[in-house]
């Protein structure tokens, strides 16, 4: 078993671990790194984990399925586990079995399938991530509305880049009162050329830009679908 840049993750901090380096645990490990968690990558592929080795905070080349080997690279100092394993189902339901057993106690897990996902339940995971269904229906709110981009934050809240209706241009986010309508918040306002900005209830909402709203999928989905 290889460690790259050992060190201890602070069991206080909001650090997560990440199972399976391959394109959707990667994913995750970038995005979760983006918004500033440190992140421990584990993957039992030597080529995946130097591929990974300067990308994130931790990375250790280990068998998932092993607990001395968890245990080893110090999986007990983490509160939340994501296992981004897909197709070898059985090294995904063992993986999360075997956290179970270390006591994590929030394990995300991948599922390939209904079947899949019941079993990963069964085992141990507290939430179970079916890739291919959520990308479908995020790409469906995409086109039937002003959305751009959705991040689903978990819990029923999102995050999302949506096009302002026609008559905003020009206006305050006050002006707006899209949270009483609505109930989403406007956190910003991303200007071509220029980049993200803070949104304060002063701020005006330029021609060709776009809205950063917070608020339930729903909320945000009924904004985003609103009459322009």
Known sequence: MAERKKSKADPTSDNVVVIGLGRFGGQVAESLLFLGHEVMGV??????VQQWSDRLTHVVQADS??????????????????????????????????????????IWAKAISVKHGKILTSVGAHHVIYPEATMGERVARLIASRLLDLVDLGDGDAIATVRPPRDAVGRTIADLGVRTTYGVTIVGIKTPGAGVAWATPQTVVPDGGALIVSGSVDQVQRFATAQE
């Open 43 to 48: 993957d039992e592929n030597t080529r995946i």
């Open 65 to 106: 399925t092993d607990e001395d080997a968890l245990t080893q690279v110090g999986i007990r100092e983490f509160s939340r586990a994501v296992v981004g394993i897909g197709t070898d189902i059985e090294a995904s339901v063992l993986t999360v079995l075997t956290l179970s057993e270390l006591g994590l106690p929030e």
